[in-house]
């Protein structure tokens, strides 16, 4: 059974950067596309990047300047990273395996709330 | 950039069946998804590559997609699907998947 955990700060300063891990279980992360995403209250569902093991990665061209991620396949856990953040990145962040290209995103993790204030 | 439409909001009464459409440009050229949103949850897929569903999505849930317009349709609508549901596809210019607004439906 595919699981995803996200965890982090669940506050950050203006400016200060964004660091949330998303612990998977029951599938190695080194299958597999593993995309965050993240929804601001009463909003709709945002993409933010995605990550395969091999390094390869790839993001929503409105966040690219901000966003790194990375593959921990000793401890089956990817990263995001996101830099220099402001009030419109407070949301719910979730992890999700991504199928690739055209496929779906069949797991999602249960969503970890970020807040950005000082 | 390439934008997905859905309406705010859908209602309709038990038994009966709602339609939650999806307006793109050619998306019936694409692959869409649905997902199933309740309060204070994870989006859960309900139906993939426009008409698949998922092990465990019961079989009301159905999707079709043609032209500039995608549908899910639900059918003998149940209490518990009152939820919001968005739909996804790809932008094929930019490899990455977009989501529509989201549609909150309403179980009277």
């Known amino acids: 059974q595919v699981q995803l955990q996200e965890s982090g700060p669940g506050l950050v300063k203006p400016s200060e950067t964004l660091s949330l891990t998303c612990t998977v279980s029951?599938?190695?992360?080194?299958?597999?596309?593993w995309s965050w995403i993240r929804q601001p209250a009463g909003k709709g569902l945002e993409w933010i990047g995605r990550?395969?093991?091999?390094?390869?990665?790839n993001s929503n061209p409105s966040l690219k300047s901000r966003v790194t991620m990375s593959v921990d396949t000793s401890k089956n856990q990817v990263s995001l990273k996101l830099t220099s953040v402001t009030a419109a990145d407070t949301a719910v962040y979730y992890c999700?395996?991504?199928?690739?290209?055209?496929?779906?995103?069949?797991?999602w993790g249960q969503g970890t709330l970020v807040t950005v204030s000082s | 950039s390439y934008v997905l439409t859905q309406p705010p909001s859908v209602s309709v009464a038990p038994g009966k069946t709602a339609r939650i459409t999806c307006g793109g440009n050619n998306i019936g050229s694409n692959s869409v998804q649905w997902y199933q949103q309740k309060p204070g949850q994870a989006p859960v897929l309900v139906i993939y590559?426009?008409?698949d569903r998922p092990s465990g999505i019961p079989e009301r849930f159905s999707g079709s997609s043609s032209g500039n317009t995608a549908t899910l349709t639900i059918s003998r609508v149940e209490a518990g699907d009152e939820a919001d549901y968005s739909c996804q596809v790809w932008d094929i210019n930019n490899d990455h998947p977009i989501f529509g607004g989201g549609t909150k439906l309403t179980v009277l």
């Open positions: 029951g599938v190695s992360v080194s299958t597999y596309y």
């Open positions: 999700a395996r991504d199928g690739g290209w055209l496929q779906p995103l069949e797991y």
């Open positions: 590559h426009d008409s």
């Open positions: 990550i395969y093991s091999g390094g390869n990665t």
